[in-house]
């Protein structure tokens, strides 16, 4: 069984420029949660997408946003980048929203030029 | 003051030793996760609980609601342990997550 699926691993942007990472769960799980890793803030709870609905947002500004596909595929877009942006954006999935065990995905690393 | 307090920051320990980490936490929860994180930021769900106790070989999960407090342990720690162990609550439909502690097993 696949296990959870981000794209690209890599990416370097440029200030201003906006970008959208992809990230695709495991089969048969429909909830899927965002998350963003930084030295400084460690780890932090980005939003959790439930079959296409957005169920919890964490304290992040409205140039982050997400959504989820009718395949639980799920994409996030962060808009007007920032340097303070770079960092590894982890996506997790689980058969339902609220207390799961979650499956991470590797992670996209982001770096901002 | 985060919610989600780890213990200890840093951990090195001889291969063969029994290892401690703490969590403690200041909210109300409805899950408690530990979690394992390799150089190269790949994450591992341990375990998930809300209550009592787990174990997957030779890893240990305690948790005590009343107190809000769970323990990591690693029975006959390896090298291959070595790695960052980070503690997260989830509450509100909200996760949170501790600071990690690092752990460097020495053969």
Same mark, same amino acid.
């Given at each position: 069984?696949?296990?959870? =699926?981000?794209?690209? !691993?890599?990416?370097?942007?440029?200030?201003g420029?906006?970008?959208?990472?992809?990230? *695709?769960? %495991?089969?048969? /799980?429909?909830?899927?949660?965002?998350y963003?890793?930084?030295?400084?803030?460690g780890?932090?709870?980005?939003?959790?997408?439930?079959?296409?609905?957005q169920?919890?947002?964490?304290?992040?500004?409205?140039?982050?946003?997400?959504?989820?596909?009718?395949?639980?595929?799920?994409?996030?877009?962060v808009?007007?980048?920032?340097?303070?942006?770079?960092?590894?954006?982890?996506? $997790? *999935?689980?058969?339902?929203?609220?207390?799961?065990?979650?499956?991470?995905?590797?992670? =996209? !690393?982001?770096?901002?030029? | 003051?985060?919610?989600?307090?780890?213990?200890?920051?840093?951990?090195?320990?001889?291969?063969?030793?029994?290892? =401690?980490?703490?969590?403690?936490?200041?909210?109300? %929860?409805?899950?408690?996760?530990?979690?394992?994180?390799?150089?190269?930021?790949?994450?591992?769900?341990?375990?998930?609980?809300?209550?009592?106790?787990?174990? /997957?070989?030779?890893?240990?999960?305690?948790?005590?609601?009343?107190?809000? /407090?769970?323990?990591?342990?690693?029975?006959?720690?390896?090298? !291959?342990?070595?790695?960052?162990?980070?503690? $997260?609550? !989830?509450?509100?439909?909200?996760?949170?997550?501790?600071?990690?502690?690092?752990?460097?097993?020495?053969?």
């Open positions: 069984k696949a296990g959870v =699926t981000q794209t690209p !691993r890599y990416l370097i942007k440029t200030r420029q906006q970008v959208t990472l992809s990230c *695709s769960p %495991i089969s048969g /799980h429909r909830s899927v949660s965002w963003q890793q930084t030295p400084g803030q780890l932090q709870f980005l939003f959790e997408y439930f079959s296409e609905t169920r919890n947002k964490g304290n992040f500004p409205g140039r982050f946003s997400g959504r989820q596909f009718s395949n639980s595929r799920s994409e996030m877009n808009s007007t980048l920032e340097l303070g942006d770079s960092a590894l954006y982890l996506c $997790a *999935s689980s058969f339902g929203p609220g207390p799961e065990e979650a499956f991470f995905g590797q992670g =996209t !690393r982001l770096t901002v030029v | 003051k985060n919610e989600v307090e780890q213990s200890p920051q840093n951990l090195t320990a001889q291969e063969g030793e029994f290892i =401690t980490i703490n969590c403690s936490y200041s909210v109300g %929860i409805s899950a408690l996760h530990w979690l394992q994180q390799h150089p190269g930021g790949g994450i591992v769900s341990l375990f998930m609980l809300s209550s009592g106790k787990k174990k /997957h070989g030779r890893l240990i999960a305690t948790i005590n609601i009343q107190e809000k /407090h769970s323990s990591l342990h690693i029975t006959a720690s390896h090298p !291959r342990d070595s790695a960052v162990y980070i503690c $997260a609550v !989830r509450y509100n439909n909200d996760m949170r997550f501790g600071a990690g502690t690092r752990l460097t097993v020495k053969p």
